[in-house]
């Protein structure tokens, strides 16, 4: 039932995006609503198709991901994270574009957790000496 399906995980601070992607009219289905309809039109949908436009794969692949944890921005580059690891499953070739432009490197910036005895992770409470 699964042929030619192809399943990767994407990550971006607290959101985690599972994409499978198949041969298709290039079809983007998140969460089973269309990509306009989750994220809306604009900035995020460029984002989102990078990895085809690198691979030049437009409208080639139908992409089927569940989405979980974070904002709008970090789900959609999680899910275009998880879209590059994908391609890299269908064809190794691939992996020399996306590592040039960098969609295959997960990005490690994350919320700094706050600290004891203090406002925030790096605020303090205010000092009075009187």
Not at 15 to 37: C, F, L, M, S, Y
Not at 54 to 67: G, N
Not at 125 to 130: A, E, I, L, N, Y
């Amino acid at each position: 039932m699964a042929e030619n399906r192809y399943y990767a995980t994407g990550k971006r601070k607290t959101a985690v995006a599972r994409v499978w992607i198949k041969p298709g009219a290039g079809d983007i289905q998140v969460n089973n609503h269309t990509v306009e309809e989750y994220f809306g039109e604009g900035f995020l949908r460029q984002k989102i198709e990078k990895p085809f436009k690198t691979t030049e794969t437009e409208s080639q692949y139908d992409v089927m991901a569940t989405l979980k944890g974070g904002g709008k921005h970090a789900q959609a580059e999680a899910l275009r994270h998880g879209i590059s690891k994908a391609l890299l499953e269908v064809n190794p070739e691939y992996r020399l574009t996306l590592k040039k432009t960098g969609l295959l490197t997960r990005d490690p910036r994350a919320k700094e957790r706050k600290k004891y005895g203090q406002k925030g992770a790096r605020a303090k409470f205010q000092f009075s000496k009187r």
